[in-house]
Structure formats: structure tokens, C-alpha cells
């Protein structure tokens, strides 16, 4: 499974466009690339998914460049309920095993 | 849908005892999952079942834990011997049949805190 690499942490004021960068320089082709998003004393949380160029949906968008060895999740107009731990996550949806592989994810802090 | 449930919430025990946790996936889900994760860390995959099938274990799964889903539905996971390392957040998650022509998207508890003092 790729591993990837994302910042510790990001602060950001409240209704700011933040986009949280994640590298996976051994991104498999079968590979998918997906973000989570954990709140303090729950679950995580599915946010997107993508393969490639560029997804979006209701929550957030992700860009994903040609060489897919890099992604970005913005989070548009962030507030404070925004403020969570977000995690990148790399693998090859599940054809080989079903398991979800986290890494320290980013902790965003949402300032008013 | 009532969404992933984990009884009960908050665990406090004593070194040595044993301990077990409930989870109630949604309903129609035939995958489920095992996560735990510590303070600052993301959850660690534990194990997986298919309908009652468990098919994959981690190495984390010591001989002390051993998890359960007897009729495919609701799932058990069991700690005997608790040891102080084995406090953390036990997370439950499920996912629908079908979901790899989907997203790779699986549901979570609100999971279970476990405390061994």
C-alpha cells in the first residue's frame, strides 16, 4: 500500500478556502485516492474520493494532478464545525484486502 | 438508518479482566470492521467480516482478543487479560454489499473508549 505524507497540522480562519496537500509517491495505477474526516470522540467520517484530475461534491473537492503522486482536498469557505483531523488515504479499493490504512492525518483548526 | 451503534461507550477496567463490546452495523450490511486507534494516531485495521466470516485478522489481533459475528449481523469483540496497552477507542464500521462498484466508503461508530487501569 502506498504511504503517504501530510501535514501535522493547518490553521485557518473562518469562511477561507484551505486546501490540505497530501503526497503518495508510490501510488499503485489500481490505486483510488480518499479523504476522511474524524471529529474529536467519533468515527471518521467518508468525505471524497477520486482517481484522477478532479471530483467534487457537496462537502469538499479534490484535485488530483496527472502524475497522481500528489492530492489536494479543499474545503471551500471553511467554519468552526470544520475544525477535525482529515485523513489521506491511498489503496487499491478493496481488490486485494478491504482493510482502510490511516496515517496521522491533519489536524485543521477552524479560527472565528 | 440508524447508522453504526458500539455498546457501550466508555469501558473503565481493572488489569487482567476481561472485557467485550458490541456492534450493530446497518442494517443490509454484510461487511464489517474492526478498527482501534490511540491518542494522535489514526485508527489501526484490526479485522473484517463478510457476512459471519471473518477474513482477515491483523497482527495486532493478539491471542487475547478474538472477535465474533455469529449470525451476520451484529459483531462482538472480545479482550480477555486486558493489559494498560490496551487502552485506546475500539471502532466498528460496516460497509454495503457491492461497495467496490461504489465508493470506497465504509461507515463508523461513534466507537467504544476503553480504559484499563
Known amino acids: 500500500l502506498a504511504k503517504t505524507t501530510q501535514p501535522i497540522s493547518m490553521d485557518s480562519y473562518e469562511g477561507q478556502e484551505v486546501n490540505i496537500t497530501c503526497s503518495h509517491n508510490?501510488?499503485?495505477?489500481?490505486?483510488?485516492i480518499t479523504w476522511y474526516q474524524q471529529f474529536p470522540s467519533q468515527g471518521p467520517r467518508f468525505i471524497i474520493q477520486?482517481?484522477?484530475t478532479k471530483v467534487t461534491n457537496e462537502v469538499a473537492s479534490l484535485f488530483i494532478p496527472a502524475d497522481r503522486k500528489s492530492s489536494t482536498l479543499s474545503l471551500p469557505r471553511v467554519s468552526l464545525s470544520d475544525t477535525a483531523v482529515y485523513y489521506c488515504?491511498?489503496?487499491?479499493?478493496?481488490?486485494?484486502?478491504?482493510?482502510?490504512?490511516f496515517g496521522t492525518g491533519t489536524r485543521l483548526q477552524v479560527f472565528p | 438508518d440508524t447508522g453504526v451503534s458500539q455498546d457501550p461507550r466508555h469501558k473503565i477496567t481493572k488489569r487482567g479482566q476481561n472485557v467485550t463490546f458490541r456492534c450493530d452495523p446497518i442494517s443490509e450490511h454484510n461487511r464489517l470492521y474492526w478498527y482501534r486507534q490511540t491518542l494522535g494516531q489514526g485508527p489501526e485495521f484490526l479485522t473484517y467480516?463478510?457476512?459471519?466470516?471473518?477474513?482477515?485478522k491483523s497482527r495486532l489481533l493478539s491471542d487475547r482478543f478474538s472477535a465474533e459475528r455469529p449470525k451476520g449481523s451484529f459483531s462482538t469483540l472480545e479482550i480477555q487479560r486486558t493489559e494498560q496497552g490496551d487502552s485506546a477507542m475500539y471502532l466498528c464500521a460496516s460497509s454495503p454489499p457491492g461497495w467496490r462498484d461504489l465508493s470506497y466508503e465504509q461507515y463508523f461508530g461513534p466507537g467504544t473508549r476503553l480504559t484499563v487501569t
Open positions: 467480516f463478510q457476512n459471519e466470516a471473518q477474513l482477515e
Open positions: 508510490n501510488i499503485a495505477t489500481n490505486d483510488y
Open positions: 477520486g482517481y484522477k
Open positions: 488515504l491511498v489503496g487499491d479499493l478493496g481488490y486485494n484486502t478491504d482493510k482502510l490504512i
